[in-house]
């Protein structure tokens, strides 16, 4: 099984509605991060938490809010898609310290129409 | 302000030909470096990464990265590719002390094989 999931993998939505992307790991890491990739501009960071009390604002949280349910689960939404949230976002965990070294799931494809 | 370059968007190689995808940084100190790899639908995948030490490191599927501190820069290499190493590749910075947590990616390299 893959240590970090992500759910749905693939989205197709209307501007307007709320999102929820959802994150889960089996790592037992403390540190999960949300990202998103657009092509040529790598990936930036939307949010990322320490622990479950812990959650901070990355450098594009405009738009985005988070909630850590449990130290394995890390949920991304969007209260109102708009189109330019289209993208592909990815999870991330991170056991050491700093949480440099990152563990990545698979990717979630959202399509705001 | 910390920032990542790879200078080359896209490169193509034939198969058995050697690679090097380039990447350059710009940090006030050593940070930590990563090369990651992005195949087609997948996440990214740590190919290696540069902590400290000797300054060529070795990672995953035969791939080598060397840390040039007076160039400011992190090159991957693979003497010999194969045409499952096509794919996107990622160089990543992340701060050499301990007070901050997040990775700046370079805007990735995308690798196409040539048979």
């Known amino acids: 099984d893959a240590d970090v999931t992500q759910t749905p993998r693939n989205r197709i939505t209307k501007t307007g509605k709320r999102i929820m992307l959802e994150c889960s790991q089996t790592?037992?890491?403390?540190?999960m991060y949300w990202y998103r990739q657009d092509p040529g501009l790598g990936l930036r960071l939307i949010y990322y938490s320490f622990d479950v009390k812990d959650i901070n604002k990355g450098e594009i949280s405009d738009g985005y809010s988070v909630s850590r349910q449990a130290q394995a689960k890390f949920s991304l939404s969007l209260e109102s898609a708009i189109p330019n949230q289209t993208a592909l976002y990815f999870c991330a965990t991170s056991g050491d310290r700093e949480g440099r070294e990152q563990f990545f799931g698979p990717g979630t494809r959202l399509t705001v129409l | 302000a910390q920032s990542v370059t790879q200078p080359d968007i896209h490169i193509t190689v034939s198969e058995g030909a050697s690679l090097e995808l380039r990447c350059n940084y710009s940090y006030g100190a050593t940070p930590y470096l990563f090369w990651y790899v992005q195949s087609p639908g997948q996440g990214l995948q740590l190919l290696l990464k540069?902590?400290?030490?000797?300054?060529l490191v070795q990672g995953i599927k035969g791939f080598e990265a060397e840390f040039k501190r007076s160039q400011s820069s992190f090159n991957l290499r693979k003497p010999s590719v194969h045409w499952s190493d096509a794919a996107e590749y990622f160089c990543?910075?992340?701060?050499?002390?301990?007070?901050?947590?997040?990775?700046?990616f370079g805007s990735g390299t995308r690798l196409s094989i040539r048979p």
């Open positions: 990543a910075v992340a701060p050499g002390y301990s007070s901050a947590s997040k990775i700046i």
């Open positions: 790592k037992g890491h403390d540190r």
């Open positions: 540069y902590f400290s030490g000797d300054t």
